[in-house]
């Protein structure tokens, strides 16, 4: 035999081993090495499809081959957190939070703190001056800061000075010096600096020793996301915020509290928890309110002592500002006890501000009355719209103003009435001198890392849609956000 018929003849199974057995007879015992069939042996699989006695298939032993059938076959596998969750609030937190300071940014060594008329004097136009960290702490107190503007990136938090800053302190201060309220309304495109604005006119109020009321959003008050009840003996019905009036009310003592420490009472408070008499300083008026219950009778109180006139001696000038003007100036999300949508008007906090906006309510020793439009989250308002191009046509004595649609019914009386006398004032892009400033500044802080000439401000200033500040800050410092 050769050698290949001798390796089959190893191989091959010996045939006194049967293959398979009768039914009828007793299984024999298999051989040591067959007795463990190879992982990829079909043996077991072969001797259940051959078993009548296999429970399932009706007793044929019928076992279905093939895949399974995946129902949720793009669902995503529940994964389970390891880290620990996030407290109630936290993320809300995180989202606003604001920072005022990088250690790493460069300082600027020929940056100069802003004076009392700092952003009122016109020699200081096209140039950054920088917050005291007195108006920085009063500002941060009073909400004026947003987390969308670029504050962490530079050394302490600087202003430019505009023409139009220029313009709107010297009109603010006219006023007071006339003792005389001023109402207007900033507005403008997508990112060109109104609530800048309203920033720069509250350090202004802040250097020169004003009592500032901010409103940081007025989608907080109309966009039913905060408690609200009717007030008795009002009609027609108003409705008060107890919980956005005390955290209000908190912000005004922060933010005044010097100021507040020196004003007094007039007249005494008695209906009030705390009992409040005559000559008490309006500070202890405002710790009167601790729990949201008495925080509208505390803040009626104290808004009925700073604008009392005959004391324009003992009150110091008042400004009121609001930014998102548009969700003060339509129907809000609150439902009345009749399931009607609440006009806007008639939640007190926005009537008292729409009622001085307006000119019904005139402060004793002069201040201002200030609202900022939105464009990047605004409902629409076209009342509001055309009566702020009104203005505007008629501060530029335009021939053609502009009317309503008399095919369109969506016009509110209301706002329409606030907005009859109101001044205007409209921003849009920087001078590229005002841009090279900037950049400048810029610059010497280590943010912007090119040199600063004509053709690199003029390519900016392209750029950002001819000096829209929102836009520059995109093209020039947008790879340097963290």
Known sequence: MSAPNCLRGLVRPSATIPISAPRSAAPRAAPIGLARPAPFSTTALNAR?????????????????????????????????????PLPGERRAYRKRITLSNDNAIPVPWLKDIGADGLANAQNIARVLALPEEVQDQLRASEAFKPTQCWGMFRKPSLLVRKESVDLMNRIQTSVDNKQTLRLVVTGDKVTGKSMMLLQ?????????????????GQELTT?????????????VQYM????????????????EKILAKTYTMTGHPELPQNITPNTPLLALCNAAKEPDSAWPV??????????????????????SLDGLAHVMRVSDYRSPAFERIHSHDLALVRLFTDTLGGAVQFPAGGAVLAATSRNNAPRSPSMELSLAQREAEQAKREEVPQKDPFFRGYDDRVEAVLR??????????????ARALMEYWAASGMLRA???????TEKWTLAGSGVLGEMERAALLTMRI
Request: with cysteine; glycine share 8%; hydrophobic share 35%.
């Open 299 to 320: 803040f009626q109180a104290l808004w009925n002592e700073l604008t009392a006139h005959g004391t324009a001696a003992n009150r110091p000038p008042i400004l009121l």
């Open 241 to 256: 915020q107890p919980v956005y009036i005390l955290k209000l009310l908190q912000s005004i003592k922060r933010a005044n």
């Open 201 to 217: 006119a509250q350090a202004h109020a802040f250097l020169n020793n004003w009592i500032v009321i901010h409103v940081p959003e």
């Open 49 to 85: 499809r051959q078993d009548p006695n296999q429970q399932g298939g009706g007793g044929k032993g019928h076992v279905r081959q093939g895949k399974k059938l995946k129902l949720g076959k793009f669902k995503k596998t529940a994964v389970e957190s390891k880290g620990k969750p």
């Open 451 to 457: 040199t600063v000439d004509e053709k690199a401000v």
């Open 421 to 434: 006398s109101v001044q205007v004032i409209r921003l849009g892009g920087v001078s590229k001198l005002e």
């Open 224 to 236: 039913a996301c905060t408690e609200y009840a009717p007030i008795p003996n009002t009609d027609p």
